[in-house]
């Protein structure tokens, strides 16, 4: 299966501070970039969609102007929690989709656990 | 809309006895469904998928699923629990009609496999 990853794995930081969470897709390129967000004992929810060199569509109930994402290239997304707080503290997955594939070829990184302090 | 609820949120079973994971979806689509695995700390890996081919879907690991769509369910199961079954596992649902990639995922189940 491809390859995905996801930098840091995990992050600790103060309350107020900015954190970068990096995706890559390392052997497909990626036209579009899924960001989930799971709290301990919950399931997926998908936060928002971004696509190659386009603004990203945000769910409701997501802040654009706190979670920033980047999708400037075919193989790199990042998401920066801007101003970070204790209830941003979650478990964030990205998930790279190469346009055309079929749904069942979706992958996943391993994911970034943040914690804020 | 399109929804999927998993029924159990903690199943615990015995090492070599049978497994059930309940899963009943909502779509107003035909929808594409699959299960995934989340071990502790590890990635998401998918498990299996139905994508409107057989209806009694065979995956990894000895587990499989039967789409019953009278029934609007996609319940997972496998034949004898192993220890490193012990997880957490997710019934997941394409969103819309087309391929988005954008999938919605149910509250998911601890699996507790019992020596």
């Known amino acids: 299966g491809a390859v995905v990853s996801q930098h840091p794995s995990w992050v600790i930081c103060k309350s107020g501070t900015s954190v970068k969470i990096e995706c890559r897709s390392l052997?497909?390129?990626?036209?579009?970039m899924f960001w989930y967000r799971q709290f301990p004992k919950q399931s997926l929810m998908l936060m928002a969609t971004?696509?190659?060199?386009?603004?990203?569509?945000?769910e409701q109930g997501v802040e654009k102007d706190k979670f920033l994402i980047n999708h400037a290239s075919l193989t790199l997304s990042t998401l920066t929690v801007t101003s970070a707080h204790p209830e941003d503290s979650s478990f964030y997955i990205c998930?790279?989709?190469?346009?055309?594939?079929?749904?069942?070829?979706?992958?996943f990184g391993p994911g970034t656990r943040l914690t804020v302090l | 809309a399109q929804s999927v609820t998993q029924l159990d949120s903690h199943v615990s079973v015995s090492e070599g006895t049978p497994v059930l994971l309940r899963c009943n979806y909502s779509?107003?689509?035909?929808?594409?469904l699959f299960w995934y695995v989340q071990h502790p700390n590890k990635g998401l890996q998918l498990l299996l998928k139905?994508?409107?081919?057989?209806?009694l879907v065979k995956g990894i690991n000895g587990f499989e699923a039967e789409f019953k769509k009278s029934e609007t369910s996609f319940h997972l199961t496998k034949p004898s629990a192993h220890m490193s079954d012990a997880a957490e596992y997710f019934c997941?649902?394409?969103?819309?009609?087309?391929?988005?990639?954008?999938?919605?995922f149910g509250q998911g189940t601890t699996l507790q496999v019992k020596p």
């Open positions: 971004s696509n190659e060199g386009s603004k990203a569509t945000y």
């Open positions: 139905y994508t409107s081919a057989a209806t």
């Open positions: 779509s107003s689509y035909s929808p594409s």
């Open positions: 052997d497909f390129q990626a036209t579009t």
């Open positions: 998930s790279p989709w190469e346009g055309g594939r079929d749904t069942d070829t979706q992958y």
């Open positions: 997941v649902v394409t969103h819309g009609s087309g391929n988005t990639g954008k999938l919605i």
